[in-house]
């Protein structure tokens, strides 16, 4: 290899210079286009019919608030876990994966009850169709997300990450956020909205 | 460090270290293993034109059946299916794969770079293609094909109405082949910004790949759009929720929305690519740089961003209110502008410059002629009141046509003659290419001009048969007449390339005299494509000598060899400074292995087998944690060299 | 119609005299004109439209015009040149002056399509007439709307409307997504399910005019025609009255045909004055009074009807109303009753 180059510049990828985060930066972007168009969905019949729509106007929020608030949480905590990596606390690190994990698991729960308290179902109507779909591809993102944190905890485990090189943790944590900030919109969507109608 | 002569090619000694680095084992795992960007190239463009001559041969069974008045050559079931599957097979499985197969092939070599970003999704994004047009198909080849056009509206492709799988293989394969689309379209647009040669900053980009950049871009933010669409009208079809059917609170036009956010600016990624490539070509073959490089690249993406805001003029018959018809209208009008100032450039780089006239140049030139007479046809139906006599009229698939096959299938034609030399090292014979040429261009005309006058007779679009007395009988005669002229001419087009694989001239590694980066390697490239990675001054690396760029020499030798294991340079985003040394994976069976386990799960889906989609959901999620492991040779390892 | 489009009053004249021999032409041609052309008007809104349509198509084919010979002159130029020019040069003035002269015309275009929209978008007047056209696999049905719940008249695939006056249709679709065209009166407007648009046609004069389904519905999309016929006002109310009028009761020699019908048919079909009630299919009061059957399938005598009640599958095929395997004598039976029906 060139001397110019050898002693100058990286081999491989070094956090947001790698090449596999601008793919994520890609991803994250059509996946979000993907929620826009499922959102619109929505939007769009609401136009249609109005408030008379919403089979009910103060959709309870005795599970989704605090579901809401513990992936919140977990965002902190995958944070708290990419510091620790920076720092090169392994363990720090591994609790955060494993933390956020726990919290990603409890949200997936919460949901399942949270669906099976439904007034209404996938078939009930256009709203129920609707609701059930679009939380539905989030929760399909989260477990994705699990699957990811699962490898990322293996692989921190393994010794894989030192402070400089750890972009598929900086790829993990950022899909994570980007889940979270998808809940929000599809929290004001069919838990808010309604009442601020 | 020597600087080489730019303008006086000599073949750069080869390299056997990199040779055996970059080379793919032989035999059929080895072939089912590469990632080489050449390689799968060439499968996109052999894959693209196997599917062209299905979608032609459904395109000629319908013109037997048109050709005269009331005819029984097939059943209105059997139409119906005929002229879906060609609208489906021609707009997403010929035309955007063809220029997949060019860009693959081309823009490392374009960038100065030894491979894309990602080439095992560049890999997979292949595989995924001829799975989801393999399983599409299936479903055409059981009687079941897609029958409610390519645009496939609600309600007639409801349960209700539509019954059978048709709508469910049209719809579960399209939501595939979005996956890899979207994942092509990620690699170009990453490859674009990480990996281009040093000192290629972003005015210095080749023109052609401004397209498919601005389609990759656009791709990646409305692909989504139809895989949505497809996804709530399966759930509807098999789970009844009620997301287009009126009597569940659903509403048709919901589809049509999705459906045409999406497809709009899909028809500007299956053209700009195309564009890029008659600009690319018309201004070697002028043997002068583009006229307007500058504008013509910011157009291209103009072109795309006011591709977004159209979408409703598919819609105007709907009942939508007229001031939203006044805006899309307005928008479907005013993109002419940057199309027309493409179309100037080349008319002005031609009247500069001095023409070659080969084979290729007939080809680009005709673009234009086509280009334009399809954007005036767009023009007239921009406009709302006109359309409304004019939409679903054969004056739109006389339009369609124009700009589908007049931009896209013939600068592709022109790209097949003016890059077989550089990917086989052989010439195609020129003369042939002119009987070829010609054949395509009066056939074609023959076929789609005279459609204008059917349409504005108002003989309407996707009919199985009409009636004598409306005055369509002749020019219906003609068009079928004409189909079969221009299909001779395709024909003629693979005979050629045939013969050129068998016996054409020897090429060299520039005979065009071209000035980009590609021109400067041997014909075919090495596998590692360039013995060192240049470092480039300049647009037109290889015409430095003769044209006026100042002093900066671009440099072809510059000890950049890169060759401890598969290694490429990564380049900032503008500048194109040197930022990393990627490490390139190698060949692997993941990409494949992967995109079995897709299919396999979609065929769960179709035939509502969970064990099957849950079997090969856990092969597809084992293939992509393989995939993502961390190695230690592409350095993602703590602790590794550097 | 010029005068509607508030134009500058000192441009009315000239456009008036542009426009004044086209339409003239076109309305002379009509009846010659092939059915479906949309190149000849013979309607309020279609008039609008036309001199937009023809202004469009000549601009569209002087453009290619002009654009095939710069690139034929340039490439016969070029040919002979022994040195390349200047990068850029004059060149790129060209360009801009290329498409600072395109995007001028396309204004243009886009402000006369605008006016001609918001014309052609609302009627002008109140509408002399409200029909619910209904399209649904694969035939149309009418519905003539009136206060007087006994003048309200449904029928079939050839209506008839005023002549000279504003018409309005309100289009529902029945099951997909249909579209209404009569090309020589008016643009095309969607019958879609769970809506009602709102379209108006005007008729400047008696004729027939022809129309046709124009968004794919189907099997049978391609045989899924109508007919608009413009009376002069008298001659339509002299029409309305008679089509609201019931059947008479048939004759000894019919009775059996009448039976037959009201037996096999009356589920799906209505006459009014016999028994068969049914709406699922075409109204068939007057039936005679149309000139094809099948929406525009097959013409309308007594051996097509007899053909089509044999076997409406080999006709058109798909079409929703069944085999029902009658005998021949049932079946002339009932195609000599329908006959009859006037």
């Not at chain 2, 190698?586 to 799960?601: E, K, N, R």
């Not at chain 3, 050839?158 to 029945?174: C, Q, S």
């Not at chain 3, 007057?286 to 097509?304: K, T, V």
């Amino acid at each position: 290899m060139s001397a110019v180059v050898a002693d100058a510049v990286p081999v491989g990828g070094v956090g947001r210079r790698s090449v596999g985060w601008w793919g994520l930066v890609t991803l994250i972007a059509t996946e979000a286009a993907l929620f826009a168009y499922l959102l619109f969905a929505y939007y769009y019949i609401l136009v249609q019919f109005g408030p008379a729509w919403f089979p009910e106007r103060s959709p309870s929020l005795k599970l989704a608030l605090p579901n809401t608030i513990v992936l919140l949480i977990s965002s902190a905590t995958i944070r708290w876990a990419e510091r620790g990596m920076r720092r090169g606390a392994r363990g720090m690190a591994l609790g955060g994966i494993a933390l956020t994990f726990l919290l990603g698991l409890a949200f997936l729960i919460v949901q399942l009850f949270e669906w099976k308290a439904k007034p209404y179902s996938l078939r009930s109507g256009s709203y129920g169709s609707l609701y059930f779909t679009i939380t539905g591809f989030h929760m399909a993102h989260v477990t994705a997300g699990l699957v990811a944190l699962l490898l990322l905890f293996v692989w921190c485990l393994k010794g894989y990450f030192d402070t400089r090189r750890h972009v598929p943790l900086l790829i993990g944590a950022a899909y994570w956020h980007f889940v979270d900030v998808v809940w929000l919109a599809v929290f004001f969507t069919f838990y808010l909205l309604p009442r601020l109608w | 460090m020597s600087t080489l002569d730019a303008h006086v090619i000599e073949p750069a000694p080869s390299s056997g270290v990199l040779e055996k680095i970059w080379a793919t084992p032989p035999g059929i795992l080895g072939w089912l293993a590469s990632v080489d960007h050449k390689s799968i190239g060439k499968r996109y463009l052999v894959t693209a034109f196997l599917f062209l001559a299905a979608g032609g041969i459904e395109a000629l069974v319908m013109r037997a059946q048109l050709a005269r008045p009331d005819q029984h050559v097939v059943t209105p079931d059997q139409y119906n299916q005929l002229f879906s599957m060609h609208g489906m097979t021609m707009i997403f499985l010929y035309a955007l794969p063809v220029l997949s197969g060019f860009s693959n092939y081309l823009w490392p070599l374009l960038f100065g770079a030894r491979d894309m970003a990602f080439p095992r999704l560049n890999a997979a994004s292949y595989w995924m293609y001829v799975a989801a047009g393999l399983f599409t198909y299936a479903g055409f080849a059981m009687g079941a094909g897609a029958n409610d056009g390519w645009f496939n509206y609600a309600p007639n492709s409801e349960r209700d109405f539509n019954p059978g799988l048709n709508i469910d293989f049209y719809a579960l394969g399209m939501i595939f082949l979005g996956v890899s689309t979207t994942v092509g379209a990620i690699n170009f647009v990453v490859t674009f910004f990480r990996m281009r040669a040093p000192g290629m900053s972003i005015e210095k980009v080749p023109i052609m790949t401004w397209g498919t950049l601005t389609a990759s871009a656009a791709n990646i933010l409305v692909i989504p759009a139809v895989s949505v669409a497809f996804f709530l009208l399966w759930l509807d079809r098999q789970y009844g929720t009620h997301f287009f059917d009126v009597a569940g609170g659903g509403q048709p036009l919901l589809w049509q929305h999705l459906f045409w956010m999406f497809g709009h600016p899909w028809v500007y990624a299956v053209v700009l690519p195309a564009i890029g490539m008659t600009s690319e070509g018309l201004q070697t073959l002028c043997r002068r740089p583009l006229v307007c490089f500058e504008a013509v690249a910011l157009a291209t993406v103009a072109t795309m961003v006011l591709g977004f805001g159209v979408w409703v003029h598919h819609m105007f018959a709907t009942g939508l209110p007229a001031l939203a018809l006044s805006f899309f209208s307005g928008a479907s009008i005013i993109i002419a502008v940057p199309s027309a100032l493409a179309v100037f450039a080349w008319i002005a780089t031609i009247w500069t410059g001095r023409p070659i006239i080969t084979t290729a140049f007939l080809y680009f030139a005709s673009v234009i002629v086509l280009f334009v007479i399809g954007g005036v046809s767009g023009f007239m139906t921009a406009s709302v009141p006109v359309d409304w006599q004019l939409t679903d009229t054969y004056f739109v698939v006389a339009h369609l046509h124009y700009v589908l096959i007049g931009i896209n299938l013939f600068a592709v034609a022109g790209g097949i003659y003016h890059w077989f030399p550089k990917m086989t090292g052989r010439l195609l014979d020129e003369r042939f290419g002119r009987w070829t040429f010609w054949t395509m261009f009066v056939g074609f005309n023959l076929a789609f001009l005279p459609m204008h006058v059917t349409g504005l007779l108002g003989m309407p679009r996707r009919v199985y048969t009409y009636a004598s007395g409306f005055g369509w009988d002749t020019l219906n005669l003609v068009t079928s007449l004409g189909s079969l002229v221009f299909a001779a001419g395709v024909l003629m087009l693979v005979i050629a390339v045939l013969r050129g694989l068998r016996n054409g001239a020897p090429a060299g590694a520039n005979p065009w005299d071209a000035p980009t980066l590609e021109w400067s390697v041997p014909s075919p490239p090495p596998t590692y494509n360039f013995l060192e990675i240049p470092i480039v001054a300049s647009r037109y690396p290889l015409w430095e000598r003769t044209i006026d760029h100042g002093a900066a020499r671009s440099r072809l030798r510059t000890e950049l060899r890169l060759e401890a294991g598969r290694e490429t340079l990564a380049t900032s985003a503008l500048d194109a400074d040197i930022d990393l040394v990627m490490k390139m994976p190698g060949d692997t069976l993941a990409p494949l292995v992967l995109t079995i386990g897709m299919a396999l799960a979609f065929v769960g889906l179709l035939l509502h087998l969970a064990w099957l989609t849950i079997a090969a959901a856990l092969v597809t999620l084992a293939a992509l944690v393989a995939w993502l492991w961390p190695q230690r040779e592409l350095a993602q390892i703590a602790g590794a060299p550097r | 119609m010029i005068a509607r489009m508030r134009l500058p009053s000192r441009w009315r004249p000239a456009i008036a005299a542009c426009a004044a021999p086209i339409l003239f032409a076109q309305r002379a041609a009509a009846a010659a004109q092939p059915p479906l052309s949309y190149l000849r008007s013979a309607g309020a809104k279609a008039d609008a439209t036309l001199p937009l349509t023809w202004g469009l198509l000549a601009i569209s084919i002087a453009v290619v015009v002009i654009v095939c010979v710069l690139v034929l002159v340039a490439i016969a130029r070029a040919r002979s040149r022994t040195a390349i020019a200047h990068p850029d040069g004059n060149a790129s003035a060209w360009v801009y002056i290329g498409v600072g002269l395109s995007s001028f015309v396309l204004v243009c275009a886009l402000v006369w399509t605008v006016r001609v929209l918001a014309f052609v978008n609302a009627p002008a007047g109140r509408p002399a007439l409200t029909i619910e056209v209904t399209g649904q696999q694969w035939w149309w049905k009418a519905r003539y709307l009136d206060n007087d719940a006994s003048k309200v008249l449904t029928t079939a695939n050839e209506f008839h409307i005023p002549a000279g006056k504003p018409v309005r249709i309100e289009l529902i679709g029945a099951d997909v997504i249909h579209s209404f065209w009569v090309p020589a009166l008016a643009g095309k407007t969607d019958a879609i399910p769970g809506q009602v648009n709102t379209a108006w046609i005007e008729a400047s004069q008696p004729g027939r005019y022809h129309g046709q389904c124009t968004e794919y519905c189907g099997l049978q999309h391609a045989h899924m025609g109508f007919d608009v016929v413009a009376d002069a006002p008298d001659d339509f109310s002299k029409w309305l009255d008679a089509q609201l009028a019931a059947e008479p009761a048939a004759t000894d020699a019919m009775k059996q045909g009448q039976h037959e019908f009201e037996f096999h048919c009356g589920a799906c079909h209505t006459v009014r004055g016999t028994e068969a009630g049914g709406t699922v299919g075409p109204d068939l009061t007057h039936l005679m009074s149309r000139q094809s059957i099948a929406a525009g399938a097959a013409p309308n005598n007594a051996g097509m009807l007899a053909a089509w009640i044999a076997n409406p599958q080999a006709i058109k095929p798909g079409t929703r109303m069944p085999t029902l395997g009658l005998s021949d004598p049932q079946i002339g039976d009932i195609a000599a009753y329908l006959a009859t029906l006037r």
